[in-house]
């Protein structure tokens, strides 16, 4: 089983910045995909911005220039650094992890953490 533990959001003044951070733990096995998703009152969830395995990265075009997502493997933690945040970027956050134990893909998602932006 595994965990994934989320941190690091709350409120923020537009133009401010804030890093997400998310921690996994248990068994780790071959990591395919980290993301970042958000979703908003009354809206989809929906991708913000995703690192695979090899390190190649994709951003929702709404958030290009402004968020960078990394990892740290050796503490299989996962981050999202955000800068020039805007009131639209209000949202809950959730990490996801795609690990792979062949021929089995397993799905993880953290609880959410809650990010706000003020005008």
């Known amino acids: 089983q595994v965990q994934l533990m989320e941190s690091g959001g709350g409120l923020v003044q537009a133009g401010g910045s804030l890093r997400l951070s998310c921690a996994a733990s248990?068994?780790?096995?071959?990591?395919?995909?980290m993301a970042w998703y958000r979703q908003a009152p009354g809206k989809q969830r929906e991708l913000v911005a995703a690192i695979t395995g090899g390190g190649s990265t994709n951003y929702a075009d709404s958030v290009k220039g402004r968020f960078t997502i990394s990892r740290d493997n050796a503490k299989n933690t996962m981050y999202l650094q955000m800068n020039s945040l805007k009131p639209d970027d209000t949202a809950v956050y959730y990490c996801?992890?795609?690990?792979?134990?062949?021929?089995?893909?397993?799905?993880?998602w953290g609880q959410g953490t809650q990010v706000t932006v003020s005008s």
């Open positions: 996801f992890f795609k690990l792979v134990s062949t021929p089995l893909e397993y799905d993880y």
């Open positions: 248990g068994s780790i096995f071959r990591i395919v995909v």
